[in-house]
């Protein structure tokens, strides 16, 4: 039976164990209310910012996140910092004035901030003129460092223990790695770019590349996906066949694929258990147009980094421009004609459901304090890629 769907309408994901079960359904989606598709961010939650090597000690970089400008930086310790880079007296980035490793210095009347964002010094005030300086203050962000990549934190937790854990990769957990991170910026809202994020059905179409496949391996796969943390893992299984690098690579091989919000998707290649390749990709709001991905491959073969980087940034970027080429693509109409979106077809679409309801969930549980507790159930998902 062929049945259509109107835009607006999406589909619930449905366990789809036998291919018999299979029903498509006409409900309509209750995802854009009070969560306006391209509108809103995953709150209380850490985003990826940097590769740590970016950031030396005594090293400042400003940047915009979530519509923020954050100034992040490396004391002279070695300890991390993430400021709010507006100068509280008449709004100046403080990242535009020098830092020496203790104290960014504001460049317009040079007023000194401490790390945590605290003034310590007026130069303009007369011996004889005291002021409370601890009240005069730009807003600080948790800032961490996990397996070499920086995260700051955006939210209102008050204290450490309300903070969530750091989406970061337990498959290199004790394994000695190299990486390599490429930066791209994607033109468009985080929910379009985490939906192409996750969406394994444009992959024939946008990822044509004589060294990765064509449209016309499409085949038909079933895959078994697990809620995990704030997202899911497709449970691990043989790589796909399609590609010339994985037919290149053997059969010995396992891969599993995860996703965690606010968008983050983790892939390890194992084997016989270990991980040897890592790709972590992260998507990092930028404002509500535009919208930062970062990839960091790690390795734990021994391939040295000088070799491998080239390698890796060619084939990397070029894999995510074709993603970035979709998106202006898609940008455009959505600017210019604001059509209402988005519709996501069971079961090639599903992981795109769920992230809605994840972010969904995870915004009602932080702001009524309670428990996260994670929508997706184990699901067979079938498709052709
Ligand atoms: S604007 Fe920053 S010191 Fe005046
Ligand atoms: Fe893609």
Redesign the pocket.
């Known amino acids: 039976m062929q049945t259509t769907f109107a835009p607006n309408q999406t589909t619930s994901p449905v366990n789809t164990d036998k291919a018999s079960d299979w029903k498509p359904s006409d409900v309509e989606s209750d995802l854009e209310k009070g969560q306006p598709y391209g509108k809103t961010y995953t709150k209380n939650m850490w985003y990826y910012a940097l590769p740590s090597d970016k950031l030396k000690k005594g090293e400042i970089e400003s940047k915009v996140m979530l519509g923020e400008p954050i100034v992040i930086g490396r004391d002279n310790e070695g300890k991390l910092f993430a400021l709010r880079d507006i100068c509280p007296h008449q709004a100046v980035p403080l990242s535009a004035g020098p830092f020496d490793g203790k104290e960014l210095m504001c460049p317009f009347h040079g007023w000194k901030f401490d790390t945590s964002g605290t003034c310590t010094e007026i130069p303009s005030l007369c011996s004889d003129q005291k002021m409370n300086l601890c009240k005069i203050r730009t807003a600080n962000y948790p800032v961490k460092e996990v397996l070499d990549s920086i995260w700051v934190y955006f939210g209102d937790a008050v204290s450490e223990a309300d903070l969530p854990e750091v989406p970061y990769a337990p498959g290199l957990d004790g394994l000695k790695y190299q990486k390599n991170t490429v930066t791209l910026q994607l033109p468009t809202h985080i929910d379009y770019a985490v939906a192409?994020?996750i969406?394994t059905a444009?992959?024939p179409y946008?990822?044509k590349s004589w060294w990765w496949r064509s449209a016309k391996s499409v085949k038909e796969k079933t895959k078994t996906y697990v809620p995990s943390g704030t997202g899911w893992t497709m449970v691990k299984h043989q790589p796909s066949k399609h590609s010339l690098a994985f037919k290149l690579i053997g059969k010995y091989l396992e891969t599993e694929i995860s996703f965690r919000l606010p968008g983050c998707r983790r892939e390890y290649l194992t084997f016989n258990g270990t991980t040897f390749l890592a790709g972590i990709t992260t998507l990092t709001p930028v404002d509500e147009t535009h919208t930062e991905l970062n990839h960091t491959t790690y390795w734990t073969l021994p391939i040295p980094k000088f070799l491998a980087d080239p390698v890796l940034n060619y084939f990397v970027t070029t894999?995510l421009k074709?993603?970035q080429t979709l998106a202006l693509l898609q940008e455009n109409i959505i600017n210019k004609y604001k059509p209402r979106l988005i519709m996501t077809i069971k079961d090639a679409g599903t992981p795109g459901h769920w992230y809605f309801l994840l972010k969904k969930e995870w915004n009602a549980a932080t702001s009524e304090k309670r428990p996260f507790v994670n929508p997706i159930k184990e699901t067979k998902l079938r498709w052709k890629t």
């Open positions: 192409a994020l969406d444009h992959v946008v990822h894999f074709q993603d």
